[in-house]
């Protein structure tokens, strides 16, 4: 794990990831990436910083999250899985390790406001928690789409204080609330910091993003050093929609060649079918959100609009660091369906009494399609908990029944 | 010579862009939009390529954006409208304004020869990083006749509008005040201020002020310190609301109207 040569997998001085990366921004955003790029580093390599981010992580967030040996579900599957209980984080799920860090950045850079996008809610709940913790004021672009179908996420904002403001341009969802904060911040350019949700947008935030998240893969080898006797398994399986997760999940193993990275992207109704947020399968290069990347668009370069069941995972590019491990072949990357997404849901819910959140349950889906062998250690991201999700579980009960 | 260079040799004052989202409000509105600016006395025009994602702009350019790819506005299209408007009589210079992934997916030396094709005098390209400017566009740029420009804000250091200005061989285009396109920027002391400030730097290009300005007053306010001005939220406004056959008429009228 202490490759001498640079990693191709990590980001490079100049903010790329092999082609990928790169700071892709209006002058108007200019000063404040610059300020960010200038200062992330410095900051949360400082032992104050560090200090106070470990603290808030083990007696706020409730870490280190269990490593769960899922014995039904082994058994079931016929193979050894353990699950990264992401979900038991405070606030349901991994977004919180970012918005922790983020927010004692912003603070450090003096900051008043906090502005972020929401996909799923779970980011939004994660900011609006922060933002509560510390006394910032907060501001949260949803798309108005998903603010009827995650209603509960929406309230939850509003119960910590938060304003929610729902982004009514283009598809409604994830990328338009993006847009929709990114004017934000270029309208408060001084007193603002934007806290991204994932591992996506200018340099720095795709690095930075994901070394908040690597606290997961930092745990987990400890954890399976303690409960196999190994610090390595053999596949790791994550969701990926911006990649927030998967990024944190793969962090400590990017350099390991014997660990099979799985990302599961969300293939909506099928990926042919023109309702599909399957980046990989669908996207080719481009530039969105300030970053080169994959990113599913027409011909003529305007970003398609995705579909998936489920919001977290309805984004049409990947964090930057992810279409590098796309490109190289490193990760493998899965397209999963709605409907095998749903499969996966009920099936842990029933056999390890663990509701998913549907953006998990790709990752679970993948489960039965990776060639896994009875000893082989396989373990997955549980990114998040259902309860957000239950409106969508309820109409899908009786086929399950 | 470059019909922009032209332009700024002979006016240093006054100077009035108007820009449009091309293929806005119907598809083949591009050209007679063009020519009627022309007529009015507009000294250049910036056309817009719309873009699914505009995040520099603001509601109203964003609804015109959209529409015109409903309309089925692409670059090549674009680029269809254009040939042949030098033979047809447009002289006024012409700067392309748009979002770096259309272009890309076009093909950027592709898209440069085009514009060279079609008569395209400058580029503006807002989430183009410097440093890949220099590394790969600038000298296509270069090869193919086109002037670039860049955008200058409030919160932009002095070394970078320094650092900008060097690179930049079109004009220096000044973001009125912080905010997407078609706030509406009240011109007060701090704009002025941040607009004199940049007027003692002693830029080696043109200074043309937009985001916000909407009238004669906002133009003047704006032009005292500068070389010009942009007007483009509000002529897309004007766009929305003027019925198609009395277009040309309304165009007249409201460029008159900017510089009484």
Known sequence: MTATAPSPYHVDAAGYYGPFGGAYVPEMLYPNVEELRDNYLRITEDPTFQHDFQQLLTDYVGRPTPLFFAQRLSEHIGTTIYLKREDLCHTGAHKINNTIGQILVAQRLGKKRIVAETGAGQHGVATATVCALMGLECIIYMGAIDMERQKPNVDRMRMLGAKVMPAKSGSQTLKDATNEAMRHWISHPTDTHYIIGSVVGPHPYPDMVARFQSVISAEMIRQLLHQTGRAIPDFLLACVGGGSNAAGAFYHYLDEPSVRLIAAEAAGQGVDTGHSAATTALGKPGILHGASTILMQTEDGQVTEPYSISAGLDYPGIGPQHAQLFATGRAEFMSITDKQALDAAFQLSRLEGIIPALETAHALACLPLIGAKKDDVVVVCLSGRGDKDLATYTKHLEEYS | ?260
């Open chain 2, 1 to 260: 010579m470059n019909r922009l260079t032209t332009l700024f040799q002979q006016k240093t004052a006054n100077v009035l862009n108007v820009y449009f989202t091309a293929g806005f409000p119907g598809l083949n509105d591009t050209v007679p939009i063009l020519r009627a600016l022309q007529d009015s006395g507009a000294d250049l025009v910036e056309i817009g390529m719309p873009y699914s994602d505009p995040v520099a702009d603001g509601e109203t350019i964003q609804r015109s954006n959209q529409q015109a790819l409903e309309n089925g506005m692409t670059v090549a299209k674009l680029f269809e409208q254009l040939h042949g408007i030098r033979e047809q009589g447009i002289t006024v210079p012409i700067l392309l304004m748009g979002y770096l992934n259309p272009v890309v997916q076009f093909g950027i030396e592709k898209f440069c020869q085009q514009c060279q094709a079609v008569g395209v005098d400058g580029i503006i390209l807002p989430d183009l990083p410097l440093t890949v400017y220099e590394r790969e566009y600038q000298p296509l740029f270069a090869q193919y006749g086109l002037k670039v420009v860049f955008l200058v804000t409030p919160q932009t250091s002095a070394a970078r509008v320094r650092q900008l200005d060097a690179l930049a061989d079109g004009f220096i285009y000044l973001v009125a005040a912080a905010g997407t396109t078609g706030a509406q920027t009240d011109m007060n002391a701090d704009v002025d201020a941040y607009l004199s400030r940049t007027k003692a730097l002693d830029l080696r290009n043109p200074t043309l002020v937009g985001f916000g300005i909407s009238d004669a007053a906002s133009f003047a306010a704006a032009s005292r310190h500068t070389t010009g001005a942009i007007i483009g939220s509000a002529f897309i406004r004007l766009l929305q609301q003027a019925p198609a056959a009395q277009r040309a008429t309304v165009i007249q009228e409201f460029v008159a109207g900017i510089r009484p």
